[in-house]
């Protein structure tokens, strides 16, 4: 009979093995980094890469969800969608076939202008309450985007009258809040009122609105900055400053290797612009909050993710061309943005490191269009584990391309925790 273990709060004994399971958690990074494309509603790729022969095939293991529904799924949390996705950005076969990317859901979403990033200089006086107010933007999106899902087979007539114009109506209503609060201690804004309208667009699932809406420009890579700040290019080349040692490469010049291209593929060489590094305070940081000791083989369990200094929004399709293509970007308070990542694998051995190169048991990676400077929290389902042992369980932060953030300084921990789990 399956035994059924509750998760509760890590005891003493937990903690112990949570710092035993530590050492090998950045070995995860190299071997595991996997994941399927989505973004803002705004912004995606219409043409998706196929294989070079043009034929749909059979994706790798840990390319789908374990139900097999799809390449990405979707789940409620606390008043907003929070987007699972599995695997490599791989799709299964009729997916392939029908030009979608498996997203549970109606194919379309709420796509609405981005307040913040039409916002002047908030005083501080005042960015309490327009942050308070910019909150209730992106939950009054989520609403939406939930009574489409629900609801959008009622017709156009039906999501323009019950959907759309009610939504116009409540963001007018915050907008005249946040202009206001602005204007009561600085210059008024204008032209917030023509933020109120919204559409709903196709797409293969929805993305995070971020600051209240989604209002996308391009970057390198096929990237949505909305609204961040933009990478900025630095000259190479000489000895850094103290380095000591000098330093023998710093681009892909004279490297004898192939040129990256995005996918996920060793032995080249990524010329991509490291990008924008936040202050040590907005560095990003993660923890998981809570996990079982031990379950049931095959038995579902949950862990929940707290994070910090991570705003959950960007996402570029590793198997999709998105790997290590785009600069990493911080939001306009200097928080790093992207996503962060799940992994269970079996160790085989508890006194030697396991090979990086292994498929682990259960991997998905997590953006929800949330997060910032405050932890809030993220569950994520695990359907359980085929094969009885310890599992090492690991999340780790990643930037729109899927690198760990980087830091200000070298002392700081990076963005991961890692537990270990008994399955019986």
């Not at 379309?108 to 960015?127: E, H, M, Y």
């Not at 009622?154 to 114009?165: D, M, W």
């Not at 490469?249 to 990256?260: F, G, K, T, V, Y």
């Not at 160790?347 to 490191?353: D, E, I, K, V, Y």
Request: proline fraction near 8%.
């Amino acid at each position: 009979m399956r035994r059924s273990t509750r998760a509760r709060r890590p005891s003493g004994n937990a903690r112990s093995k949570r710092l035993l399971a530590v050492v090998g958690t950045l070995a995860v990074f190299g071997g595991v980094v996997a994941v399927t494309q989505i973004s803002s509603a705004q912004d995606r790729r219409t043409n998706k890469p196929r294989p070079a022969s043009g034929q749909c095939v059979e994706p790798s293991p840990g390319a789908t969800a374990p139900t097999g529904g799809g390449s990405t799924t979707r789940t409620w949390q606390n008043g907003r969608w929070v987007r699972n996705h599995w695997g490599d950005g791989q799709q299964s076969v009729p997916e392939c076939e029908d030009g979608k990317d498996g997203t549970v859901g109606t194919g379309t979403a709420i796509a609405c202008p981005d307040v913040a990033a039409k916002l002047p200089q908030v005083p501080n006086r005042a960015r309490a309450e327009v942050d308070r107010n910019l909150a209730q933007l992106q939950t009054q999106i989520a609403e939406a985007d939930r009574r489409l899902a629900a609801e959008g087979n009622k017709g156009e007539a039906f999501i323009r009258s019950a959907i759309l114009q009610p939504l116009a109506g409540k963001r007018r209503a915050v907008l005249d809040r946040i202009t206001t609060a602005i204007d009561r201690v600085g210059p008024r804004p204008q032209g917030l009122a023509q933020l109120a309208e919204c559409q709903v667009q196709p797409t293969g699932g929805t993305g995070g609105n971020n600051g209240g809406g989604t209002s996308p420009t391009t970057t390198p890579g096929g990237g949505n900055n909305g609204g961040g700040s933009s990478p900025t290019t630095t000259p190479g080349g000489g000895t850094a400053p103290g380095a000591g040692l000098g330093v023998l490469a710093n681009d892909c010049d004279e490297s004898q290797l192939q040129p990256h291209n995005g996918f996920q593929n060793g032995n080249r060489c990524v010329s991509t612009e490291f990008g924008e590094v936040g202050a040590a305070a907005n560095n990003p940081s993660l923890l998981i909050t809570q996990f079982p000791d031990q379950v049931g083989q095959n038995q579902p369990f949950t862990l929940r993710v707290s994070t910090r200094n991570l705003v959950r929004d960007r996402f570029l399709a590793a198997g999709q061309g998105g790997y290590y293509v785009e600069s990493s970007l911080l939001n306009d308070q200097g928080l790093v943005r992207g996503h962060f990542h799940t992994a269970c694998r079996m160790l085989n051995s508890l006194t030697a490191p396991p090979e990086p190169q292994e498929v682990p048991a259960f991997f998905v990676a997590t953006e929800d269009g949330r997060g910032g400077a405050q932890p809030d929290e993220v569950t994520i389902q695990i359907p359980g584990l085929p094969q009885s042992g310890t599992a090492q369980c690991s999340v780790w932060a990643g930037d729109g391309s899927h690198r760990l953030p980087m830091m200000e300084r070298a002392n700081q921990t990076p963005a991961f925790d890692s537990v270990r789990i008994d399955v019986n």
